[in-house]
């Protein structure tokens, strides 16, 4: 059975023990899966999207990556409360019923 790109990365990543670069991360898993650089070049924005979609990650600043579960819970939550919408900047939405 072939393990996915995504569970090599959060292998690698749970071996170092801190954030990585991007790139770097890349490289080592494309070693590891054994890709010509050809099919590195077909696979890297998948692989980037199946990070970005999986919550097991997280992605710092200068696309750096570390396991969510390093990192504290206001990391990564983002404060609804917040977040101020104006009236202004609402569209109103009309629902047309159907006769």
Known sequence: MKQPMVD???????KKK?????????????????LTQSQADDLIAD?????SL???FMILKDNKWDLRSRRKFAEFV???DAIMV???DVEEIHVVEKE
């Open 8 to 14: 090599i990365a959060f292998d690698l990543m749970q």
């Open 18 to 34: 801190k954030e990585i670069a991007f790139p770097k991360l890349w490289e080592e898993v494309t070693q590891i899966k054994g």
């Open 47 to 51: 692989f980037y999207t199946d990070m």
């Open 54 to 56: 999986d919550d097991r």
């Open 78 to 80: 983002v404060d609804t």
């Open 86 to 88: 104006e009236d202004e």
